[in-house]
């Protein structure tokens, strides 16, 4: 093998997002791990001169980019193009980039177009002078796979959270070798980005605790009365309280589509488990959640789990959480706000 290629969207300000300097990290450890081989960078972007700084300051020596405005968007046409020529440019065998829905977007058709091979959802790396071992976990996280190829590019898209990221600061002057993309024309005119409405419409990967709330907050409680208005009180002051990022079981964000009455910020994009997300955060707390496996297969990155239900033989309590609170959520909830 030659060579490592790192490929970056660079961010609004010509630098490097959280994910793509985990995807230095990602890529630095592959290049010296395989016996030290040469890691080029290609940048695309509005601009990208800081991230080329930042990068010749780590030690990359080739960096090639795609500076222009066409790129200073998403947009699988722009992006799939401007990735190609720095792909043919760079020749590398391997080629490891972020997994953010830019990349997940354009990355399959570059793939595709330099006659390699793509995988995604990497969470783990095995670098050795023999070659390399990529990890990812299959049927939502119940089983983990040690890949390898003989296909070549290989095409690898790593997890955002499953690597540190660069955390040097020092910069270099940077020569670029700057790549025009022709311009062909494109039927995709990007008109804006919609960012979530409030802080608990998705989750928030940055969050250190993930709040889920399970279904057991509209059902009925010891009074014969449901208390949605409560529990959305509760929730959001939270939220509000700890920063928390908000999860969601299956039951109560489909209450919605079933016409029954809901907490009015909860959306699919909440959803937490076999059928929704797995955010990585450092501990979460389940309220109101019975703890069925498609629900806690979501908690695969998870680290510290907690969790609060009436019934002592839920889910949770079946070696599925650290600690188990069998309490009314509403009392437990409205404690730990007034602590808080
Ligand atoms: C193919 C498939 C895919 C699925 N995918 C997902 C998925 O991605 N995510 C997901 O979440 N589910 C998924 N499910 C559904 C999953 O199996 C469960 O049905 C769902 O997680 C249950 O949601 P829940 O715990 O909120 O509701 P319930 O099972 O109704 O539990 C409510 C809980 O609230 C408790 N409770 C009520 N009042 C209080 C109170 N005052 N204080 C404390 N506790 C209280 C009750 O004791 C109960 O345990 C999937 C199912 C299938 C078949």
Same mark, same amino acid.
């Given at each position: 093998m030659k060579s490592i290629l790192l490929l970056i969207h660079t961010a609004d300000d010509g630098g490097l997002g959280k994910a793509a300097l985990e995807s230095l990290t990602a890529a630095q450890q592959m290049a010296e791990g395989m016996g030290g081989l040469e890691l080029k960078a290609g940048l695309v972007g509005g601009a990208i001169q800081p991230a080329a700084e930042l990068l010749a300051g780590a030690g990359v020596k080739t960096i090639l980019g795609v500076e222009s405005d066409a790129c200073a968007v998403s947009r699988y046409s722009t992006d799939a193009r401007a990735f190609s020529e720095i792909v043919k440019a760079a020749g590398a065998d391997v080629v490891v980039a972020a997994g953010t829905s830019r990349m997940a977007r354009c990355m399959p058709g570059v793939a595709q177009r330099a006659q390699g091979a793509i995988d995604t959802h990497i969470s783990g790396i095995e670098p050795s002078p023999d070659g390399l071992k990529a990890r990812r976990w299959y049927y939502r996280q119940r089983m983990e796979a040690i890949l390898t190829r003989a296909q070549a590019p290989w095409f690898l898209l790593l997890s955002p959270g499953a690597f540190v990221p660069y955390s040097g600061t020092s910069t270099a002057q940077a020569e670029v070798q700057r790549l025009e993309l022709a311009? =062909? $024309? &494109? #039927?995709t005119s990007v008109i804006g980005v919609e960012e979530a +409405? =409030? $802080? +608990?419409?998705t989750i928030k990967p940055e969050a250190e605790v993930l709040l889920v709330a399970g279904a057991g907050w509209s059902k009925k409680q010891a009074d014969g009365q449901a208390h949605l208005d409560q529990a959305e009180t509760l929730i959001l002051g939270f939220l509000d309280k700890a920063k928390a990022s908000l999860g969601s079981t299956k039951s109560l964000v489909d209450q919605s589509g079933e016409g029954h009455a809901v907490?009015?910020? @909860?959306? *699919? @994009?909440n959803q937490v488990g076999q059928t929704g997300s797995s955010p990585r955060h450092a501990k979460g707390l389940a309220t109101c959640? *019975? $703890?069925e496996e498609p629900h806690v297969?979501?908690? #695969?990155?998870?680290?510290q789990r907690r969790a609060i239900n009436? !019934?002592? &033989?839920?889910?949770? +309590?079946? $070696?599925? +959480? !650290?600690v188990l609170y069998v309490a009314d959520a509403f009392a437990v909830m409205r404690r730990v706000n007034e602590l808080l």
């Open positions: 311009e =062909t $024309g &494109s #039927r +409405a =409030t $802080g +608990a419409q907490l009015s910020f @909860m959306s *699919h @994009m959640c *019975h $703890g297969v979501g908690w #695969r990155f998870i680290n009436l !019934d002592p &033989s839920c889910g949770w +309590a079946q $070696g599925k +959480a !650290d």
